[in-house]
């Protein structure tokens, strides 16, 4: 009873003070965990900031795969308002690609070393869309979820934010044909607003789109090799 009765008179004297202290921690907490990841990956580097180009990257990887089995790529996006298309078949790297780009992003506005030997950025903020999920509780069905998402990118454009958008397979929710016309008008919308995009898509009409936006859309693809019954990734950009 005792005891009770100090800690109550405690969080009495102290309640101003205690959500100021739990904040701090949390911020230590978050720099330390910061300083243990620059501590176990020597190798990464800082990046560079720059309004010249959007990204500028070489080796880059993604820090979550051992690096045993990462495959590095060079990357770069000269310039705002491009969106840089990625096919090739299932399994080819297009995906994780796409979260190596992401995850690096946000690494880089964080403060933290980035998993490459080079890395140059322009200070934007990121917005994907590449996990959407359908929700029972909200009556909402996949692809509702998707055209939400898609909107709200859309909307921030529109209200003039400077973003890099990462895009997994726009629209796969419908059938190929609406797909194929959503995300066109997915693209012209983007282009319109002046964004930066990379989107990866098996639409291999959607890529064949380069020729009517004048230079602003760069095409690039992951290939695999097939030997026999044997079929091989690479994983090279």
């Known amino acids: 009873i005792q005891c009770i009765g100090r800690l109550e008179k405690w969080k009495s004297r102290y309640r101003d003070h205690f959500e100021p202290w739990v904040e701090r921690m949390a911020e230590t907490d978050a720099l330390i965990s910061l300083a243990t990841f620059h501590f176990n990956f020597p190798e990464f580097c800082f990046p560079d900031f720059t309004d010249a180009e959007m990204i500028k990257a070489t080796a880059l990887g993604h820090p979550l795969i051992p690096v045993d089995h990462r495959v590095c790529n060079d990357f770069s996006i000269a310039g705002e308002e491009k969106i840089v298309m990625i096919t090739g078949a299932n399994m080819a790297g297009k995906s994780t690609f796409l979260r190596t780009v992401?995850?690096?992003?946000?690494?880089?506005?964080?403060?933290?070393?980035?998993?490459?030997?080079?890395?140059?950025?322009?200070?934007?903020?990121?917005?994907?869309?590449?996990?959407?999920?359908?929700?029972?509780?909200?009556?909402?069905?996949?692809?509702?979820?998707?055209?939400?998402?898609?909107?709200?990118?859309?909307?921030?454009?529109?209200?003039?934010?400077?973003?890099?958008?990462?895009?997994?397979?726009?629209?796969?929710?419908?059938?190929?044909?609406?797909?194929?016309?959503?995300?066109?008008?997915?693209?012209?919308?983007?282009?319109?607003?002046?964004?930066?995009?990379?989107?990866?898509t098996h639409d291999l009409d959607l890529a064949k789109s380069e020729s009517l936006f004048g230079g602003r859309m760069i095409n690039l693809c992951f290939e695999i090799g097939i030997d026999g019954s044997e079929v091989s990734f690479d994983y090279k950009l």
């Not at 929700?135 to 709200?152: G, M």
């Open 102 to 200: 992401g995850v690096n992003m946000v690494l880089a506005m964080t403060g933290a070393p980035v998993c490459a030997s080079r890395f140059t950025v322009k200070p934007v903020a990121v917005f994907t869309s590449m996990r959407t999920s359908d929700s029972l509780l909200h009556h909402e069905s996949y692809f509702y979820a998707e055209l939400k998402r898609i909107k709200t990118i859309v909307d921030e454009l529109a209200q003039g934010r400077k973003m890099l958008i990462i895009l997994d397979e726009i629209l796969k929710g419908t059938n190929s044909e609406d797909k194929h016309r959503g995300s066109q008008a997915v693209l012209e919308r983007i282009f319109a607003l002046g964004g930066t995009a990379i989107i990866a």
